[in-house]
């Protein structure tokens, strides 16, 4: 039913009844009676102001659970958060201060911003990975980081001279350079190209060389690593003085680490400062073993 409006007279007259200034007095205020209903079709987009609702009027009566934009709250600024205070109400937290935390105080305290406290212990299951194959580092001010592990490979690879039981290593020359013999190999990973005239191929690399030279009754000794494909020494040895007897067999050891950055050829080589006949270059101990004299040992580092 629509709305309808009827104002009616302070006084009835009745029919025939004469009208006196005294009657007309009589009239008083009209009285407005509303009856029927109005809905919202027929009320103009902004005919109802809040100053025409009643004080204290339940809106969260009329409005439905999960139906108020966040658009209709006041607006706040960057970084504020909301929350409830003593009174129940809620206001506003200002933003904190660069790299502080929201820090929550228990019921019945109001949160707040503060600096991270710092920790005696961490267990590492609370620690997050970053991908597979990392370990924790510190870089150059102190700060912690994931590293990616070494992609270090190591593989070593021998050689050396083998003779037959009682059988020298040979003759040494005074003050000549002689090549060592080198005719076994034991290289399980596969680093020695290969091992032919007393010679053996490696391919570009970085490696670690530990080698010994004997000598036999020959004075002063020395040893070294020699780059037959650039014609040059690339590891020396140890110089060996025997002083007044030099019966004994003497060792000059070779060790270092060089890098190559394409396929090389290597040998051994020997010099003595005297010559002895058939076991200056190392003297069988005839053991019922086999006899074994140079040795190098190759450690493939990248």
């Known amino acids: ?72 709250l006041e607006a706040g600024t960057q970084g504020q958060l909301l929350y409830y205070n003593a009174d ?18 228990g019921a019945g305290a109001n949160p707040e911003w503060a600096a991270q406290d710092g920790t005696d212990t961490i267990n590492i299951s609370q620690l997050n990975t970053d991908g597979a194959d990392k370990f924790i580092s510190t870089d150059s001010t102190g700060a912690i980081q994931w590293e990616a592990k070494s992609s270090l490979s190591i593989a070593a690879a021998q050689i050396w001279e083998q003779q037959l039981n009682s059988i020298h290593a040979g003759t040494s020359v005074a003050n000549t350079d002689t090549t060592r013999v080198l005719n076994t190999l034991s290289d399980p990973n596969s680093i020695v190209t ?34 037959v494909t650039d014609g ?19 060792w000059s050891n070779i060790a270092g680490v060089f890098q190559i950055s394409g396929q090389k050829t290597f040998e051994l080589r020997f010099r003595a400062d005297e010559g002895e006949t058939s076991f200056g270059l190392g ?9 074994i004299y140079s040795h190098i040992q190759i450690i493939k580092l990248s």
């Open 194 to 227: 290969s091992l032919s005239a007393n010679q053996f191929i490696l391919e570009a690399g970085t490696y670690a060389v530990q080698a010994k030279v004997p000598g036999n009754d020959t004075g002063n000794i020395t040893g070294w690593l020699y780059n």
């Open 88 to 105: 129940g109400d809620l206001v506003k937290l200002s933003p904190g201060s660069d790299g502080q935390f929201l820090k929550t105080k």
């Open 1 to 72: 039913m629509p709305l309808s409006v009827i104002i009616g007279p302070g006084y009835n007259f009745s029919d025939g009844e004469k009208v006196t200034y005294t009657k007309l007095n009589m009239l008083g205020s009209p009285a407005v009676t509303f009856t029927g209903s109005i809905d919202s079709s027929q009320i103009a987009d902004g005919a109802v102001l809040t100053s025409k609702l009643e004080q204290g009027i339940d809106i969260n009566s009329k409005i439905s659970d999960h139906n108020l934009s966040l658009t209709k």
């Open 283 to 291: 003297r069988a101990a005839s053991l019922g073993r086999a006899e």
């Open 232 to 250: 040059q020494t690339e590891i020396n040895g140890s110089s060996v003085y025997f002083g007044s007897s030099d019966t004994e067999t003497y």
